[in-house]
């Protein structure tokens, strides 16, 4: 495996919580969270570029922070003011392209569980 995320968990709404995701592998110019409801598609959340150019989609903006550690080769996700919205597998994925699309990224980890309760 070579994308291995963690940090999921159970949180009430307007708490906080830290995903993290280690890379094993070889280095992905763009490493990106994207989050998975269910009986909804996958939706990007946000991508962090090895020159720490960042993006985030308008649902997050404001409330998420990501941010990577090239050293240590792992991603971040600092969620903070979380929703019951929120609510959502997280995967992390890694790849060169610089795209929101999820279909464009190879590499995928297994996913970590987040429940926002109201």
């Known amino acids: 495996v070579q994308l291995q995320a963690s940090g999921g968990g159970l949180v009430q709404a307007g708490g906080s919580l830290r995903l993290s995701c280690a890379n094993s592998?070889?280095?992905?110019?763009?490493m990106a969270w994207f989050r998975q409801a269910p009986g909804k598609e996958r939706e990007f959340v946000a991508a962090v570029r090895w020159n720490d150019n960042r993006m985030y989609a308008d649902s997050v903006q404001g409330r998420f922070t990501i941010s990577r550690d090239n050293a240590k080769n792992t991603v971040y996700l600092q969620m903070n003011s979380l929703k019951p919205e929120d609510t959502a597998v997280y995967y992390c994925?890694?790849?060169?392209?610089?795209?929101?699309?999820?279909?464009?990224?190879?590499?995928w980890g297994q996913g970590t569980l987040v429940t926002v309760s109201s």
């Open positions: 592998g070889r280095t992905f110019y763009t």
């Open positions: 994925a890694g790849d060169n392209a610089w795209t929101m699309q999820p279909s464009r990224y190879d590499s």
